[in-house]
């Protein structure tokens, strides 16, 4: 466990509202799952404060997306106790959009429940503003860049105001620059709607530089967890209880550590020094 220094800056908009900062939005215990005879989460016991973020993180079938659809409320039978409170929006690893609708109507079309057309469309043409998209509004999807397809999936997760925001494994098909600005859009995004986060993703770095608290799953079961307390913006990788914490969770993760990515810093977004494979290069830069 990383225990750094408290961070009075680097929280939701509204930290004077004690509702906002405590209690639970979502509380499972003793959650199961099965597929035929195959288990794959066993006796699940996790909490998500409201306002923090949490990255899940865990070897490839280990039940992250089963334990998110089970807090999206996409698993029809969940066994044991999956409380989630408030709404919840979800984005995928791909973008799910909806090619024969326009952006506008793609995002507006998750307020289907709201009865008013106008205010679905205001909100849907608010948030994608919000997401940078404001000029977008009648693109059609295959239009769209993967990052910008990746914001109006995001747009659609946000626009109904959700106190989770469900994010799996958002960012993993995008190139490294444009995932460091989806980075720091969702830390803006999240500062600005004070909601809670859970991340599944398979970037150790990306969790270290985004989350409130690591949780490792390991077969079905949720492992070991660590809590960073230490401000965003000093999270740089060479800072030393986020380098150890690296190593740890990439231990808890059955990966031996590697040194961190020296092309990019996951806090400021800045590209490090040129970095080439090519020896002859790697001395002309
Ligand atoms: N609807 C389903 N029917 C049968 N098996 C399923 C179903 N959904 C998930 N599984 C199985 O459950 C296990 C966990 O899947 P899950 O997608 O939750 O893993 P994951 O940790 O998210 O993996 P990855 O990191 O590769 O996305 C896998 O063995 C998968 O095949």
Redesign the pocket.
């Known amino acids: 466990m990383a225990l750094l220094t408290p961070d009075t800056t680097d929280s939701p908009a509204n930290p004077g509202d004690p509702a906002a900062r405590s209690g639970y939005v979502a509380r499972v215990r003793g959650h199961d799952r099965s597929?035929?005879d195959?288990h794959?989460l066993r006796s699940i016991d996790l909490d998500v404060q409201h306002g923090e973020i949490v990255a899940l993180l865990?070897?490839?079938?280990?039940?992250?997306?089963?334990?998110?659809?089970s807090l999206a409320h996409l698993d029809p039978a969940p066994a044991g106790e999956v409380e989630v409170s408030g709404r919840t929006g979800v984005a995928f690893q791909e973008p799910r959009l909806l090619n024969w609708r326009t952006v506008h109507q793609n995002v507006a079309l998750a307020l289907l429940n709201s009865p008013e057309r106008k205010k679905r469309f205001d909100l849907a043409e608010e948030t994608l503003a919000e997401v940078g998209l404001g000029e977008k509004l009648d693109a059609w999807p295959l239009q769209l860049s993967g990052g910008q397809a990746q914001r109006v999936s995001l747009a659609r997760a946000l626009v109904s105001n959700p106190a989770l925001l469900l994010l799996?494994?958002p960012f993993s098909a995008l190139d490294a620059l444009t995932r460091i600005e989806m980075h720091q859009l969702v830390i803006e995004l999240w500062r600005r709607h004070s909601m809670a986060i859970l991340l599944?993703t398979?970037d150790v770095d990306e969790a270290l530089a985004l989350a409130d608290r690591l949780v490792v799953?390991d077969g079905?079961r949720i492992g070991r967890t660590w809590e960073i307390t230490l401000p965003r913006s000093d999270r740089a990788p060479s800072q030393p209880d986020i380098a150890r914490t690296r190593a740890e969770v990439l231990g808890a993760l059955g990966v031996k550590p590697t040194p961190p990515n020296p092309r990019r810093d996951p806090v400021t977004g800045e590209l490090g020094p040129a970095h080439h494979s090519n020896p002859a290069k790697r001395g002309a830069a």
């Open positions: 597929f035929g195959t794959v865990g070897r490839s079938g280990c039940g992250k997306s089963t334990l998110l659809r799996d494994e599944v398979h799953m079905g």
